[in-house]
């Protein structure tokens, strides 16, 4: 079969008018400055990864996204930001902290970074804080939820607001003066804050103190008191605090306040070489993440600049750290808001349907079922519980079944996985789990599970030295009637019950012998000492699968070169390695067309003239986020699904790589093959969830037309009719 670029239709920048011939709604979003030269190669990480921000953004400004779906993704895009300054933005503060200069790939110092940062984020505040008070807010009082300003409630509210203060928050509250006595207090990371200057009665020398706003307590309250029917009354907690501070200072005089936020550094790793236990070592980082640099200060609009030169000193901030936001503080504070249950403002909802493979008797074996054939699954559209969660527990509750071993990087709270294999070890059979305690921001989560676990007689390690386990894979050791026989379970993404509901990912369970048994080597390496690196089937890093991918795409070259069919089709989160790159580079010179999909940051430049005109990049935003991986080389075939597949848990970047224990497995029945080749087909003719990445660093969203679905639509939209081919549906 022919293979030729699909044709994505009309496009349009970020930040063009809406045609008028075309569905009715706008987005204004300025274009990135692209005035000054562009490096030849590649992209810069950290403002590519902005650019994805930018997408994200995107959602809560488009007419299309149901209301309370397009605050909570004004939430989003902060909650991205502020993961973004404590990693990367922390990350070069301690760079330019050391005296390096190095220079990025695309030519940049870390201090030309911290000011391109600035440069691109500045904007994307001022479009956050545009689209809220100007659309987002207007647009959800006609529904009735209100979203008050102190000096708009009515008496009736400010009755009901105090009444709140006194009950809720005056008792938790812990003013904190700072004078001789006092010293400037410690201010956590992300924590909410009013910055006040008070005087004593007649006299003039100011004070300072700070009041810290409890976590405890919703951002914005509601008043069921005065709610009408159909009506939501909100009101800031901070401007219920701000407002009955006399409280607080009684016969003082309060000059003027000023909310602040601040974030730190969570860029802090130790050397694990020399760390004699990995657990203390990982304690140690967490307390130290709480004391950090500060990395951002956060304040509303017209500061006070007294009190804004106090904390720069007492924080020793410059004022490129500080931050002026024309809107909200924090619109994580929203949420109250976003999870109001209102069906008419969300998106439909979407139950996940039981996967047909698995959808036997109850009573049936799941062992028996996957000694039938493999099983591919695809959450969120296919149950987590009807899939992974059954067979981890269908091992635990197996007599026959001798060991369970699993790797654990995130699994949120009081995940039913852990919670079986906590149950199979107090049952005696032979538990081993992989617990990651180095997962960013699970740490604490993820030692308190792995003390659990142990405390329930399971052997729980933590891994090699120096790499991350990042690997998704579950294996299950069984007694079956005509001998030992191992099952196991590879995922894109991990063993999370909440994420699994958002995040797109594939798993495959298999008993297939060649998987299995490399599977288990692969334990060995993960809590013994095997050295094994001779995997076939398996792409494991960081053994043999950069190598391997490298492998493959010089593959695609030389069949192109012999005149053999070549393609090359990858969908994953991120794109950075440059080995990676200059392969995909080379492949395009040679002639090799590559479709890439990529979520987030790109660093790879597509489309330039002799160097990557056969590469394209797009990106798909929606209601869930596109977490799997997935691989195709065409290999030569006419037919592509006679091609090679791969799923797993590495991006193309180093740290997968290089840094992290990843696995990615050969995608071998007829029937998934397909599958993965029409979701990636379904991916890349999507007209309503796509942007095309431009040779300048743009995004280019398409423009849908009435009638067209987007990737997450197309596909709930499959199974629910429970036949067929996926790219049926969205192709014309």
Known sequence: MELAFIDPGERRPLGEAQPAASPSYSVSLDKPDTSAPVPVSFFNRELSWLEFNRRVLNEALDERTPLLERVRFLEIFTSNLDEFYMKRVGGIKSQIAAGIVTRTPDGLTPQQQLTAIRKAVMPMLAHQAECFSSVLRPRLAEHGIYLMEWADASEADRQAARKYFRASIFPVLTPLAVDPGHPFPFISNLSDSLGIILCQPGRDDRLFARVKVPETLPRWVRLNDHDKPGEFHFVRVVDIIRNNLQDLFPNMVIVDVMPFRLTRNADIEHEEEDADDLLELIEEELRERRFATVVRLEHGPNPNAWILGFLLGELHLSEEDVYELPGELDYQDLRPVSELNI??????????????????????????????????????????????????????????????????????????????????????????????????????????????????????????????????ITLVVRQDSDGIRCYAHIGTGNYNVATAKVYTDLGLFTCNPAITEEIVELFHYLTGRSLKNDYKKLLVAPVNMKDRFLGLIAREVEHQKAGRPARITAKMNSLEDQEICRALYAASQAGVPIDLIIRGFCTLRPGLAGLSERIRVISVI???????????????????????????????????????????????????????????????????????????????????????????????????????????????
């Open 343 to 472: 069906p008419a403002l969300r998106y439909e909802p979407w139950t996940p349907i039981v996967p047909a493979a698995l959808a036997a008797e109850e009573e049936t074996d799941m062992f028996s079922l996957i000694r039938a054939g493999d099983i591919l699954v695809h959450h969120p559209y296919e149950s987590f519980s009807a899939s992974v969660e059954r067979f981890v527990k269908a091992a635990a509750a197996d007599p026959k079944v001798l060991a369970i071993k699993m790797t654990v990087y995130r699994t949120g709270d009081d995940s039913p996985c852990i919670r079986t294999l906590i149950h199979a070890a107090e049952a005696r059979k032979q538990v081993c789990c992989l617990v990651e305690l180095k997962a960013r921001f699970d740490e604490e989560r993820n030692i308190v599970l792995a003390q659990a676990l142990e405390k329930a007689g399971v052997h729980v390690v933590y891994g090699i030295l120096g790499l991350k386990t990042h690997t998704k």
């Open 622 to 732: 929606g209601r869930f986020l596109e977490h799997s991986r997935i691989f195709h080389f065409l290999n030569g075939c006419d037919d592509p699904i006679d091609g090679e597949f791969y799923i797993g848990s590495a991006d193309w970047m180093y740290r997968n790589l290089q840094t992290r224990v990843e696995a990615i497995v050969p995608i071998e029945v007829r029937a998934h093959r397909e599958r993965c080749w029409d979701i990636l087909q379904t991916m890349l003719r999507d007209r309503r969830q796509a942007w095309d990445l431009q040779s300048d660093g743009t995004y280019i969203q398409r423009i849908a037309g009435a009638k067209d679905l987007g990737t997450q639509q197309a596909i709930m939209n499959f199974f629910r009719g429970g036949a067929g081919r996926t790219q049926s549906i969205i192709t014309p």
